[in-house]
């Protein structure tokens, strides 16, 4: 079992910043990548950002290129979601969720735990 705990959520305006992040607690060894998923209300869940733990090789959804940035730090097994020039079509629960093997990282199958979320909010 992987228990991932995530924080950082909160309200802010369009053009800001947050950091989110995610530590993931027990039988970690067993995974191989990290990802970030969202879903806002109505909403499926959509991918957002994926990271390999070995390698850090880095994916990312073209909604959100070039203003997030996922990073890991292994020692802490814990993985960050930097979020910045945020706009209001950000506003979603974010979710972090751990994979056991690579091949679909850019699908919620292929992830087999997850966090309970975190709410991001940007004000227009």
């Known amino acids: 079992q992987v228990q991932l705990v995530e924080s950082g959520g909160g309200l802010v305006q369009t053009g800001g910043s947050l950091r989110l992040s995610c530590a993931a607690s027990g039988r970690t060894f067993s995974s191989v990548a990290m990802g970030w998923f969202r879903q806002a209300p109505g909403k499926e869940r959509e991918f957002v950002a994926a990271?390999?733990?070995?390698?850090?090789?880095?994916y990312y959804a073209d909604s959100v290129k070039g203003r997030f940035t996922i990073s890991r730090d292994n020692a802490k097994k814990t993985v960050y979601l930097q979020m910045n020039s945020l706009k209001p079509e950000d506003t979603a629960v974010y979710y972090c969720?751990?994979?056991?093997?690579?091949?679909?990282?850019?699908?919620?199958?292929?992830?087999?735990?997850w966090g309970q979320g975190t709410q991001v909010t940007v004000s227009s």
């Open positions: 969720a751990a994979a056991l093997a690579g091949p679909k990282l850019s699908h919620a199958s292929g992830y087999d735990y």
């Open positions: 990271i390999i733990w070995t390698g850090g090789g880095a």
